[in-house]
């Protein structure tokens, strides 16, 4: 009767039947994510999606092992399964910098060339410059005609 006594005044306790119902709902959407993801047809992903596949799957089932050894009374810092851990999260960054780098812009470097070419100023750009001016500013006769005098 001790037992019954208990599970009432448990049940009584509003933020310990939140917190519960919230684990509920959380291991449902972990068993509905790793359903949906053991579903698919590993041949037909491309490369980039079977490494964030595998990576997602190595992750949550080291995490789930992590949970499971917190809830097992062990500490799981000592662990093996914290240097799996630590193990797969730097696999995930290298994994990260390869596709950042394969989608990163490129340079045309011959463009890049032609519009600095174009750009920069040399002393045959003045000396052109001052030519073209010269024959603007000279006076032009003309002829009882009307047309320019050589």
Do not use: C
Not at 88 to 101: F, L, R
Request: no cysteine; net charge negative; hydrophobic share 40%.
């Amino acid at each position: 009767m001790a037992t019954l006594d208990l599970d009432e005044e448990l049940l009584k306790d509003e933020e310990l039947v939140a917190s519960i119902q919230n684990l509920d709902h959380s291991i449902v959407d972990i068993e509905t994510l790793l359903e949906s993801r053991m579903n698919i047809d590993y041949n037909s992903l491309s490369v980039e999606e079977k490494i964030k596949h595998d990576l997602l799957i190595a992750f949550a089932l080291n995490s789930l092992y992590w949970v499971y050894l917190r809830l097992d009374g062990v500490d799981p810092t000592s662990h093996n399964i914290k240097r799996e851990l630590d193990r797969v999260k730097s696999t995930m960054d290298m994994a990260k910098g390869a596709m950042a780098k394969k989608n990163m812009l490129r340079v045309d470097k011959k463009a890049a060339e032609r519009i600095i070419d174009h750009a920069l100023w040399t002393p045959e750009d003045k000396k052109r410059k001052f030519q073209n001016m010269g024959n603007q500013n000279k006076k032009i006769k003309f002829d009882e005609n009307g047309d320019p005098s050589k």
